[in-house]
């Protein structure tokens, strides 16, 4: 839901089925991309995608579509075109609305540290797999 005069920012955490390490490559990156870019319910901004989660941050547009039925699509028109039958996502997500800039300072500091906390890369900007969508200034 739009609140006028307030932008609204949703932190989702979304995992693999059994967490299955299968996202964190090239491929998957790429078409994760093209369907967040054509799944304009919601915006995504920030994003980190790990072995068998993804870090993400959403942005409200003008759409009735709930946020949960947007996750629930893009996850749905990725793996109909990615097309792996043993690469499946978890049914459920996690996520909270974000309310100030500063806990989305907070969130996203522990997010781009993600990689780094598990020993996939020594820096944070040396993760291959994160980026940034939609940019809403509260960076």
């Known amino acids: 839901m739009h609140f006028p ?34 799944s304009t319910s919601w915006v995504m901004g920030r994003y980190v995608i790990m072995p068998n989660h993804i870090h993400f941050f959403a942005g409200a547009t003008e759409s009735e579509v709930p946020f949960d039925n947007w996750v629930r699509y893009w996850k749905s028109q990725f793996s109909k075109s990615h097309n792996h039958p043993g690469q499946k996502w978890q049914s459920q997500h996690w996520d909270t609305r974000l309310r100030t800039k500063e806990s989305y300072g907070e969130k996203w500091e522990y997010v781009r540290f993600n990689p780094v906390r598990h020993g996939l890369v020594e820096e944070p900007s040396n993760w291959p797999y994160q980026g940034e969508i939609f940019r809403w200034g509260w960076d």
């Open 5 to 38: 005069n307030q932008p609204t920012v949703v932190f989702c955490t979304v995992c693999t089925k059994h967490r299955k390490n299968w996202l964190a490559n090239d491929a998957v990156h790429s078409k994760l991309v093209e369907i967040w870019l054509t």
